[in-house]
């Protein structure tokens, strides 16, 4: 097995992305829309294309607020269609989804013949290359501390994430709970689901830069489910999620190294970091407290009509 | 001439644009009859957690004939493997419903993210198998309808046509079980099998699909079809011709759009065609479309004005005057406006209304006056109304001082055949009916009915 430096680095940015994305996936899905962040994250591309095509650049402030831009839109959309259309909302959101990702494909295969940018670098990113663009932050005679640049813009989404979930939590929680009386009490839920649906948009075009859409997927959704399954308030599902993320990024890393040794070629981290998150779920479902196992046995017991505690 | 070129490919003039834009047709086509089901089953995204999940099985279909020997990229071959990861995504998709608190939305999402996560790691394995080259695999994520080739052809009709004559052969189980589950469910049909035959026939259709036209684009010509349909019909049968449809003119325009520019992506094409259908239906759609809907409720707006300025002139004529029968008198507007507290521009909207269908006329004073026709429209509607009323009254158990607000809301509605009925039910065949609540005339002589 090779592991060095590197593989801390990818752990590194791998982590910081699992946990910027575990913050607003908790959310989405006691809101039930987890399948939100598939659609926004496909649904960003014409607006990266978009902002492309005008900054003639990559990995700019252009980007960043065109894929932001292209994330809320997708929410706008899927709403107008849902209210005017009365369309039920997984259709909604899979028509407005395909279409901004056919979109997208279009206006990229024009760029395309100009500049370097295809819709796979957009979708699958490469963590296993993000130790070649190291930031040096602090340097002397004796010693010097270098990150890469991934880990600086996902960390920086992770500490905004973190910010906006502390500054509004009771009202997130509100929302995600009982829109109805947040609504009644002026909260506002509306503006809440917007909200998230900015962090959700950030936190995807940050990661993509970085490390594709696969990990901002899978952690958008597997931690907090997982987390789910494992507890019952909000507080420590925050934190387990969080743990899982990170946990998810560090097991995905040493898996990505397991295929060589049994001889297969070797493969990818966020492939791999993905699937970790999978068999960690696998086995919440399987193990956990409400798990398959547990049910099993309840049922082999004898009933216990005993209801003290 | 691109003109001419884009001619003879819609006609299918051209030899080698004949076969994709035939075959994608036809995945249009089916795509679209199995999408209503997995539409109206509210389950659509089931198809992008499905499409995801078929990724593993097409990269380890492709390392296990690698290493059988065979060519890696035999297309039946990957077919099946991705037949196989994608129901068992599917199946994990129910369970996961079945046994944990989780709702359908993150089920979907896990299945999709891990088993898509696993299917890239995995063709990343795959493509540094020595002796075997994965180059193209990763056009099923995009499709690449532009190869279809003889055999491939071959292929994808004689799949789609089973898929086809299954659904059609199990229709009426099918609509059943999208409309009222648990009632399939209790007549002792075999609710979860007929889900998965219904998962296993989108699976046939997105397989299928991987090639053509990729498969995060494959979801829209499972969802956007039906859903553009559903917007001209209520008819389950329209509906799925309408679907299929749509479907076969999406694929059939966006391959031939492609065609003719060298690096326009045929999915993409496909994709905002079928939008863009679905745009226009979901404005002009006849049955649930925006624009119909909105102008039917202008319609019924009207109606229920009308009929509340008739009554409200018949109710006050009644109360100015004791002596039958009545005598069609004008009215000033001062005294219409109180008796139903409309504002000055409401009730100026409604007699303008009433004045172009011939139901009020305007005196030189100003006042206002029923017209013949009106005047038999008044009474018809206030008897209407007061039928109404006494079948509250006496079947429904509300109060007298109530039922004014009742009657005021469902009377729009009473079709010449209810008003029968409610005659016979009442016993009352009589040209004009007292109201059957206390009417209090005030000095001015209008009465002080709670109304709306």
């Known amino acids: 097995m090779s592991w060095n430096a590197n593989d801390f680095y990818i752990i590194l940015v791998g982590g910081l992305c699992a946990m910027a994305c575990a913050l607003p996936g908790i959310f989405l899905l006691l809101r039930r829309m987890s399948m939100m962040g598939d659609a926004i994250s496909h649904a960003v591309l014409p607006g990266l294309a978009i902002a492309f095509l005008i900054s003639e650049s990559r990995a700019n402030i252009w980007m960043f607020l065109g894929a932001a831009i292209a994330g809320i839109l997708t929410a706008l959309f899927t709403q107008w269609i849902i209210r005017f259309g009365k369309v039920e909302r997984g259709a909604a959101m899979g028509i407005v989804f395909t279409t901004l990702f056919a979109i997208g494909l279009v206006l990229i ?3 395309a013949d100009h500049v370097d940018l295809d819709a796979g670098c957009v979708l699958y990113g490469a963590l296993e290359y993000t130790p070649l663009n190291m930031v040096t932050l602090f340097e002397n005679e004796r010693s010097f501390l270098a990150v890469p640049r991934a880990a600086l813009i996902i960390g920086a989404t992770l500490i905004f994430n973190a910010l906006i979930i502390v500054l509004f939590y009771k009202e997130f929680k509100l929302a995600a709970f009982d829109p109805g009386l947040a609504e009644a009490q002026g ?5 809440m689901h917007y909200l998230l649906m900015t962090m959700v948009a950030v936190t ?4 993509f830069e970085a490390v594709g859409s696969i990990i901002v997927i899978a952690m958008l959704i597997v931690p907090p489910a997982t987390a789910f399954l494992l507890t019952r308030n909000l507080p420590s599902l925050i934190i387990v999620s969080l743990i899982l993320a990170v946990l998810s990024a560090v097991l995905g890393q040493i898996a990505s190294h397991l295929p060589p040794l049994l001889g297969f070629p070797d493969t990818t981290s966020s492939g791999m970091m993905a699937t970790t998150a999978g068999f960690l779920f696998l086995l919440a479902w399987l193990f956990g407290p409400e798990g398959l196992i547990k049910k099993q046995s309840k049922q082999l017991e004898a009933p216990n009509f005993d209801c003290a505690d | 001439m691109t ?10 003039e051209q030899h080698n644009t004949r076969l994709p834009v035939l075959g994608v047709a036809f995945l249009g086509a089916t795509a679209g009859l199995v999408g209503s089901f997995l539409l109206l089953r509210k389950q659509s995204l089931l198809g992008d957690a499905l499409s995801h999940a078929t990724l593993p099985g097409i990269g380890i279909a492709f390392a296990v004939m690698s290493i059988m020997g065979f060519s890696g990229k035999n297309l039946p071959g990957l077919l099946v493997g991705a037949t196989i990861t994608g129901l068992l995504g599917v199946l994990l998709v129910l369970a996961i419903r079945k046994t944990t608190r989780l709702k359908d939305d993150a089920a979907m999402g896990i299945v999709l993210s891990v088993f898509f996560g696993l299917g890239v790691a995995i063709l990343k394995m795959v493509e540094r198998i020595p002796g075997q080259s994965a180059a193209g695999l990763d056009g099923f994520i995009y499709g690449k309808t532009a190869s279809m080739v003889w055999s491939d052809f071959i292929l994808i009709t004689v799949i789609l046509v089973v898929t086809t004559a299954v659904t ?11 409309f009222d589950a648990s009632f399939a469910s209790v007549q002792g049909w075999p609710t979860l099998w007929l889900d998965i035959i219904l998962m296993a026939l989108v699976t046939s259709v997105t397989v299928v699909g991987l090639q053509a036209v990729g498969l995060i684009l494959i979801i829209a010509f499972l969802i956007t079809p039906p859903t553009a349909a559903r917007f001209w019909t209520n008819r389950l049968g329209w509906m799925l011709l309408l679907s299929a449809t749509i479907g076969a003119i999406s694929g059939w325009l966006g391959v031939s759009i492609s065609a003719l520019y060298s690096n326009l992506p045929a999915g993409a094409i ?8 679905f745009l226009f239906s979901m404005i002009f759609g006849t049955a649930r479309g925006v624009l119909p809907r909105y102008l039917r409720h202008l319609q019924l707006k009207r109606k229920v004005g009308r009929q509340h300025l008739l009554r409200s002139t018949y109710e006050i004529l009644e109360n100015s005057q004791k002596n039958k029968p009545l005598k069609n008198l004008p009215i000033s507007m001062e005294l219409l406006r109180k008796h139903r507290f409309w504002s000055k521009g409401e009730l100026l909207t409604l007699i303008r209304q009433a004045r172009s269908e011939d139901h009020i006329e305007r005196q030189p004073s100003g006042e ?8 038999g429209e008044a009474s018809r509607i206030t008897r209407n109304h007061r039928l109404w009323e006494l079948y509250l009254i006496k079947y429904a158990d509300i109060a007298p001082s109530h039922v004014d607000r009742d009657a ?16 016979a039910e009442l016993d009352l065949s009589k040209p004009t009916i007292d109201s059957p609540h206390t009417i209090e005339p005030t000095e001015l002589g209008l009465q002080s009915e709670p109304t709306t």
Do not use: N, Y
Request: with cysteine; aromatic share 4%; glycine share 4%.
């Open chain 2, 408 to 423: 005021d809301m469902v009377e729009h509605l009473l079709g010449a055949e209810i008003v029968h009925q409610l005659e």
């Open chain 1, 187 to 191: 909260f506002r839920p509306q503006l």
């Open chain 1, 109 to 111: 295969r024009k760029a």
């Open chain 2, 168 to 178: 059609i052969a199990i229709l009426k189980e099918l609509t059943l079980l999208c």
């Open chain 1, 204 to 207: 995807t075009v940050a990661a």
């Open chain 2, 3 to 12: 003109w001419e070129l884009l001619r003879e490919t819609l006609l299918l």
């Open chain 2, 270 to 277: 496909i994709v905002i065609s079928a939008a863009i259908i």
């Open chain 2, 368 to 375: 206002l006056r029923l017209s013949e026709s009106g005047f």
